[in-house]
Every structure is written in C-alpha cells, then in structure tokens.
C-alpha cells in the first residue's frame, strides 16, 4: 500500500484518509473534494492518474486543512506516529505541511515499528524538517529543486529562505557541486531527484542520469509541476521500479506531459496531469519497459 | 507518586530576543494564547541582545509570529535563526523573461505574471502550507489588487513570495 499524507488548502477540512480518485479537476478523498492544484493535492493527483493507467491500487492519501497555521500538520504528524506501524505502507510519502523536526524524528521512529520498512519520500516542507532534523540519511527519496538542492547544501538553514547567498546564486551547472556538499553534510536522502533544466538523479552522491528533454521551460512557473513530479515517482515505486529507475521515468512523464499541453507559465497543473495517460500510453514502455496492451495486460 | 505527562520534545530552531524578562514572559503568553509551539530557553551568549531568557519557536513561523507580536505590541528585539553561523534571510532574486510574462524567484518561491496585464498567472515552488492556500488567492488577480502574502500568510515560504510580489510590482511599474 502506497500512502501519501499533506495538507491542503482548506481551512475546514477534517484529517481524512481514503483510498483517492481523481474526478475532473479534483482529488476525491472519502468523498471530500480536493481541487486540484499545487501541493498535496496535484502530488495525489498525479499518482492517482499513474496508478489507475498501470492497473494498481490507488494511494491511500491522507490529506487535512490547514493555511499555515500549523494546527492540520500537527494532527497529520500526530496521526502517522500513531498509526504508520499498524499500516506498515509500502511506500510513504510526505509532502505539505508546517515543518516540524521534533514531530519528524518522532514519526522516523514511529516507522522503526513496522513490519517492512517503507520506502520514505519527502517533498516540500516535510524535506525542510528532515534536513533541518539532521534526519535526511533516514529517507530513501527527495526531490527538491534548485533552491532546495542549496538549501541542502547549506550546513546551517533549516529553511531555503535562510540560504547562503552564494548558494543561491549557484546556476544548474553547479548542481553537481550542491549534491557533493549535501552528502557530504549528511543532508541528502539515499536518492535525490534534483528538478531543473535538467533534472539530476543522484544515489548515495552519485550522478546516476541527468534529463532535459523535452526542453520546456514553462513548468518551472506553473505551481505543482514539482509535486506531480513527485507523485509519478511515488506511483512508479509502487509500480516495482528501482527507485532511479521510477525518478527517470517520472521525470521524462512530466516534460512530455507539459509539452502535450502546450504549457506556457499561464498553464494550470491540472492541465498537466491530463496529458500523462497520453504520455505513458506514447512512452512508458519505451522508457521503462512497463508495457500494456490495448486491453490493460501487461 | 505523582504520575506527570512528559511534554513533547520541541525544536523549533529559532529565537524571539527581548530586552527583558517582563518582555519575554509576555511575549510567551501572547504566543501561547495564539496556538504557538514556544519554550523559554537562555539564549547563546554570541545571540544575545536584551535580557538572558528568550523564547524558542518554529523558525518557519516566524513571519506570523513577528506580526502577532506587533498586533498585541509585545515588544521584541528580533526572531534569528538559533544556530550560529546561518545566514541572514535572503534578499536578493531572480527574474525571468517568459516573452509575454515573467517569473520572479525570491528564495524557494516563484512568482510569474502576464506583462501587459499585471495579472498574476501562477505561483509556484516553496513547501508551508499556506501556499496553496496564497496560490488560490492569488492567481488571476492583478499585482496591485492581489492579497499580501505578509498579511495572509504565516511562513518564510509566505514571505519569500510577498519578496517575489514585491518585484514583481516593481518591475511591473517600470514596464507600464
């Protein structure tokens, strides 16, 4: 079981976990609707689209409201730490969410308790408490981009706002560099997926494969570009994939994807998301070796 | 025996500083009446600016936390990162030319808006949960009537994008 937990924007949304579907413009959670954009929901999105085309189950998906006051990440946080050994998920993937070290070193623990160790994702603010808890050797996948890959690379912040200047500064070919620095730090996670112009997939310090094609700049504006990204990658994991192999795949997914849409910096995430059924249909075997026929066997 | 329920740890990695005591314990009420995770520590001697007690609080909330205090006039000297050595928070961004619109990157934050309208079109990057939330807010409203992410928002990911606003408004009224 795959399960993926974060907030979302909705300040009266209970904790709620469910088994999600995508409907239209929505992530549907327990019968709650979620609109589909940046952050949790376009994350959920994307594997919940990635699972239904590969005929598996879809992500288990904890989501609760919260717009920044923090209350919704400290019930997620709670919630997992309680609960994350009796679900003993394959997979476990955590994204939005005020970002609290203690409650993450507590949770790194929690999962100490189930039977098989998940595979652990961090994106977004749940990568800044894991990095800012020293605790990033404890997950197997993050996926920042530019400015999170200077952030891990930076001894001291505990937020990309607190980055060095000259980290900042550093252009994409200076990312080789940034990784060194994080692994080197104890700052990285077993595999990185460092989103760009070229996207770098890197394991225990090492360039295992670089994409940038397509070339479509577009995505870097269009919020939830990165948090597909991530959902694919969680979906392709669940799939079997070696973890490098699944970042690949959910790296070239994405750019095929923004260039079916046509994306342009005015372009929803939503948009997106609807082009990658037609792009793993084009692609995916060809990429990863993932083939279905017209009927759904593989 | 008394049986006493152990307080859950807390590392917050950042400090209120006050110029004294009187100062610090009520800037512990009004953050603890508000829902803030905070705790009273000595701050390192290299830190100290006021009084020897400060409060620990989430560094990420700083934002709202600096403007709950302002609000409730709690006087403060600063909120820093707790661990020497962290650089200040960033001030400088990028800017780039999309043809009919353009991105502004402040930090981990972007920001991008159509140049002959001012509308802003998308937002994109950081990781507090307030932006999805400014996201919705924000996006097709123009540069000048959008909401402030310093008013609605409660993290440095909310500040970063009201940095990114604030070029972005910039660099609109220079081009209008």
């Given at each position: 079981?795959?399960?993926?937990?974060?907030?979302?924007?909705?300040?009266?949304?209970?904790?709620?976990?469910?088994?999600?579907?995508?409907?239209?413009?929505?992530?549907?959670?327990?019968?709650?609707?979620?609109?589909?954009?940046?952050?949790?929901?376009?994350?959920?999105?994307?594997?919940?689209?990635?699972?239904?085309?590969?005929?598996?189950?879809?992500?288990?998906?904890?989501?609760?409201?919260?717009?920044?006051?923090?209350?919704?990440?400290?019930?997620?946080?709670?919630?997992?730490?309680?609960?994350?050994?009796?679900?003993?998920p394959q997979v476990l993937a955590l994204h939005y969410c005020l970002p609290d070290m203690a409650l993450t070193r507590r949770l790194c623990e929690a999962v100490k308790g189930c039977a098989r160790r998940p595979v652990m994702i961090a994106d977004a603010a749940s990568m800044y408490a894991a990095k800012a808890a020293g605790l990033a050797p404890s997950f197997d996948v993050f996926t920042p981009d530019a400015t999170e890959m200077a952030f891990l690379a930076d001894p001291d912040a505990t937020h990309p706002a607190y980055i060095a200047k000259h980290l900042f500064d550093t252009d994409v070919t200076q990312t080789p560099k940034l990784v060194e620095a994080a692994y080197e730090r104890k700052n990285a996670a077993r595999l990185l997926l460092v989103k760009g112009a070229t996207d770098y997939i890197v394991e225990n310090g090492k360039i295992l494969a670089t994409v940038s094609e397509p070339d479509v700049?577009?995505?870097?504006?269009?919020?939830?570009?990165?948090?597909?990204?991530?959902?694919?990658?969680?979906?392709?994991?669940?799939?079997?994939?070696?973890?490098?192999?699944?970042?690949?795949?959910?790296?070239?997914?994405?750019?095929?994807?923004?260039?079916?849409?046509?994306?342009?910096?005015?372009?929803?995430?939503?948009?997106?998301?609807?082009?990658?059924?037609?792009?793993?249909?084009?692609?995916?075997?060809?990429?990863?070796?993932?083939?279905?026929?017209?009927?759904?066997?593989? | 025996?008394?049986?006493?329920?152990?307080?859950?740890?807390?590392?917050?990695?950042?400090?209120?500083?006050?110029?004294?005591?009187?100062?610090?314990?009520?800037?512990?009420?009004?953050?603890?009446?508000?829902?803030?995770?905070?705790?009273?520590?000595?701050?390192?001697?290299?830190?100290?600016?006021?009084?020897?007690?400060?409060?620990?609080?989430?560094?990420?909330?700083?934002?709202?936390?600096?403007?709950?205090?302002?609000?409730?006039?709690?006087?403060?000297?600063?909120?820093?990162?707790?661990?020497?050595?962290?650089?200040?928070?960033?001030?400088?961004?990028?800017?780039?030319?999309?043809?009919?619109?353009?991105?502004?990157?402040?930090?981990?934050?972007?920001?991008?808006?159509?140049?002959?309208?001012?509308?802003?079109?998308?937002?994109?990057?950081?990781?507090?949960?307030?932006?999805?939330?400014?996201?919705?807010?924000?996006?097709?409203?123009?540069?000048?009537?959008?909401?402030?992410?310093?008013?609605?928002?409660?993290?440095?990911?909310?500040?970063?994008?009201?940095?990114?606003?604030?070029?972005?408004?910039?660099?609109?009224?220079?081009?209008?």
């Open positions: 079981m795959m399960l993926i937990a974060g907030t979302v924007p909705l300040k009266d949304l209970p904790l709620t976990v469910g088994r999600a579907a995508a409907e239209g413009d929505s992530l549907v959670v327990d019968g709650r609707r979620i609109p589909c954009t940046q952050g949790t929901a376009a994350m959920a999105t994307a594997a919940v689209v990635a699972t239904d085309y590969l005929k598996l189950d879809a992500p288990q998906v904890l989501v609760v409201g919260d717009t920044g006051q923090g209350k919704g990440s400290r019930e997620m946080y709670e919630y997992l730490i309680q609960n994350v050994a009796r679900l003993s700049p577009a995505l870097e504006p269009i919020g939830g570009t990165g948090d597909t990204i991530t959902g694919l990658l969680c979906a392709f994991v669940h799939a079997g994939l070696e973890l490098h192999e699944a970042a690949i795949v959910a790296a070239k997914a994405n750019r095929m994807a923004g260039r079916m849409a046509g994306a342009t910096p005015a372009t929803r995430v939503s948009q997106i998301i609807s082009q990658f059924p037609a792009a793993f249909q084009q692609y995916l075997c060809q990429w990863s070796e993932v083939c279905y026929s017209q009927g759904g066997q593989r | 025996m008394a049986l006493f329920k152990k307080k859950p740890p807390f590392e917050g990695g950042g400090l209120v500083l006050f110029m004294d005591v009187h100062d610090a314990m009520a800037g512990e009420k009004v953050l603890k009446t508000a829902g803030y995770a905070v705790k009273l520590v000595a701050p390192p001697p290299q830190l100290r600016r006021g009084c020897d007690l400060a409060l620990e609080v989430n560094l990420v909330e700083q934002p709202g936390i600096e403007r709950l205090l302002k609000e409730k006039e709690a006087g403060y000297v600063s909120v820093l990162p707790m661990k020497p050595g962290t650089s200040g928070l960033l001030e400088v961004v990028k800017v780039t030319d999309f043809g009919e619109w353009t991105m502004v990157k402040a930090a981990n934050m972007k920001l991008s808006f159509e140049k002959k309208s001012g509308l802003i079109v998308n937002t994109s990057g950081g990781g507090c949960p307030d932006i999805p939330y400014l996201h919705a807010e924000m996006i097709g409203k123009r540069l000048d009537e959008a909401p402030r992410p310093r008013d609605l928002g409660f993290t440095l990911c909310a500040l970063m994008l009201d940095r990114a606003l604030d070029e972005c408004l910039a660099l609109w009224g220079g081009e209008r």
